[in-house]
């Protein structure tokens, strides 16, 4: 099972735009991550139909968070680009064959189902707990202290020292 | 993401095999689930690839569980049927573009991709607390008393009573 490869890309964007504090055009995003701007836009629409970004209009326009990084989650990313819906899906297997649970005793879920849910929300819950602050802290700290103040002097086009 | 749907057929298949004290035929836990032999075959294939199944040969021959259902976890079959790799899949989206972290630089995860590991590690080790004793304990406890016990009949093939 892959997780859309969009992700990465998403929070990568999530990440770079805690660096700046005006929008970022989509153009711009696409150049650093060096990246077809047309896939980009793919994720970027996912983001802001998922209302975690919004694009602001205009000469000086692009896509700025529309949270507080401390409040949009991994959890929230992986949704957003990668869908909503359980991994796993029960079909009612229960429910086939000579020793078929009749249908209207199935009023709650196949016990399989309902642990292999229970795993998920673990993993859900451990997405939840994470914050694009939390990643921007972690990325600052391992790119060393320039890269992201580079990265924000780059973005807002303004000339570096 | 989806999970394989072959996951939701092995498991059941494995509650099944709880059931039975002596090999049970493809076929017939195929006619049980009213499934093709063939779709099966591919699950049943895979559980015995990972150990956690095998088959006995001749003529009352058919598959039974290598361990104790006890031994056998969600994660085991998890992996077995949909692969045991990652789901977050990290392409090193950090080596690009004009703040590219140098590829020698880069000896360790991405802080991206290890909180996205972190995550999963959490429902890995969910699916590992659930063993198939527990799944075919509950799955007794919700389909009533006689079901399990209906069903160990007919695989045996004795006459109920
Ligand atoms: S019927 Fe779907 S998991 Fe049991
Ligand atoms: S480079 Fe892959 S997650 Fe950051």
């Keep these: 099972m892959k997780m859309s490869g969009g992700v990465e890309w998403a929070l990568h ?19 650093l991550h060096d990246v077809s701007g047309s896939y980009l836009a793919k994720q970027l629409q996912s983001l802001a139909r998922a209302g ?31 869908g909503p819906g359980p991994t796993f899906v029960c079909t009612e297997i229960r429910q086939r064959g000579p020793f078929a ?41 391992s790119s060393g202290p320039e890269a992201m103040a580079g990265i924000q002097t780059w973005l807002t086009g303004e000339k570096a020292g």
């Design 101 to 141: 649970t009749p249908a209207d005793s199935c009023t709650t879920p196949c016990p399989v189902a309902r642990a292999m849910w229970a795993a998920e929300d673990a993993w859900r819950q451990a997405l939840a707990a994470v914050t694009i602050a939390d990643l921007a802290r972690d990325v600052d700290t």
């Design 52 to 82: 975690l970004i919004h694009s602001v209009q205009g000469k000086s326009g692009g896509y700025v968070l529309t949270r507080a990084p401390e409040s949009i989650t991994l959890l929230d990313v992986v949704r957003a680009v990668d």
């Design 13 to 31: 964007c999530c990440v770079v735009l805690t660096a700046s504090s005006t929008p970022v055009p989509a153009a711009k995003l696409a150049e």
